[in-house]
Nanobody, 122 residues
Framework: VQLVESGGGVVQAGGSLRLSCAAS????????MGWFRQAPGKERDFVAA????????YYADSVKGRFTISRDNAKNTVYLQMNSLKPEDTAVYHC????????????????WGQGTQVTVSS
């Protein structure tokens, strides 16, 4: 599975962005999908995940109520809608695919995109 993220950019605090992750290669619909982020000098952190049917979603406490993950299996795309952005959300955001139903552990994800930069100014 090849993954390509888009939609990052610079936004003021309180603003919104929608990230997209386009998948190609193997059957996209069979994979659980996740978003992770990594700020400079920090570890890669779990942000959100969605099971392959789209029926269940999971979020890190830090983004719950502000971010929404969704997927369109017909378009081989997963999205991350980010609202009420804060400066601490600044990071490179990566999408990833796992053969597991769900995971918040980056070690369980076999396929990764290159990432897209999100910068939130105060």
């Amino acid at each position: 599975v090849q993954l390509v993220e888009s939609g990052g950019g610079v936004v003021q605090a309180g603003g919104s962005l929608r990230l997209s992750c386009a998948a190609s290669g193997r059957t996209f619909s069979g994979y659980g999908m996740g978003w992770f982020r990594q700020a400079p000098g920090k570890e890669r952190d779990f942000v959100a995940a969605i099971v392959w049917t789209g029926a269940r979603t999971y979020y890190a406490d830090s983004v719950k109520g502000r971010f929404t993950i969704s997927r369109d299996n017909a378009k081989n795309t997963v999205y991350l809608q980010m609202n009420s952005l804060k400066p601490e959300d600044t990071a490179v955001y990566h999408c990833a695919a796992t053969s597991q139903y769900y995971s918040n552990n980056y070690n369980d994800y076999a396929y990764w995109g290159q990432g897209t930069q999100v910068t939130v100014s105060s």
